[in-house]
Nanobody
Framework: QVQLVESGGGTVQPGGSLRLSCAAS????????MGWYRQAPGKQRELVAT???????DYADSVKGRFTISRDNAKNTVYVEMNSLKPEDTAAYYC???????????????WGKGTLVTVSS
C-alpha cells in the first residue's frame, strides 16, 4: 500500500506562485507515473500534469507554460511549481501515484487527500 501526503497549498494573489509537494510512503517500490489533478467546487476532477519515472511530462493545456512538474525519485516526492496563478486555478489539488507489485504487474492508482489552493485578491 502507498500513502500520499500533499503540502504547500494556501491562498495567493493572482499572478503569484505556489509550490506543491507530494511525498509517498509505504510500499514505495515500483512507483511508476505520478501526477497532479485538481477539482474546483461543482466541477469534475481534471488532469493538471503527470510525470513518468523516466521524467517524461504531460500538461493540461490550461497550465502549459505556467506550471512545472518534477520528481525526486530518491525522496519519493513529486512537485508542481505553479506560476502566474489565475483565479480559475482555485481548486483542491490531488496527488496521484501509480504502483505495481511487480515490475510487470497490475497497476494500482493511489490518491492523496488533497491540498487547497485559493487564488484571490
Amino acid at each position: 500500500q502507498v500513502q500520499l501526503v500533499e503540502s504547500g497549498g494556501g491562498t495567493v494573489q493572482p499572478g503569484g506562485s505556489l509550490r506543491l509537494s507530494c511525498a509517498a510512503s509505504g510500499s514505495i517500490f515500483w512507483i511508476t507515473d505520478m501526477g497532479w489533478y485538481r477539482q474546483a467546487p461543482g466541477k469534475q476532477r481534471e488532469l493538471v500534469a503527470t510525470i513518468t519515472s523516466g521524467g517524461t511530462t504531460d500538461y493540461a493545456d490550461s497550465v502549459k507554460g505556467r506550471f512545472t512538474i518534477s520528481r525526486d525519485n530518491a525522496k519519493n516526492t513529486v512537485y508542481v511549481e505553479m506560476n502566474s496563478l489565475k483565479p480559475e486555478d482555485t481548486a483542491a489539488y490531488y496527488c496521484r501515484a501509480d504502483h505495481r507489485n511487480t515490475p510487470l504487474g497490475r497497476v494500482i492508482t493511489y490518491w492523496g487527500k488533497g491540498t487547497l489552493v485559493t487564488v484571490s485578491s
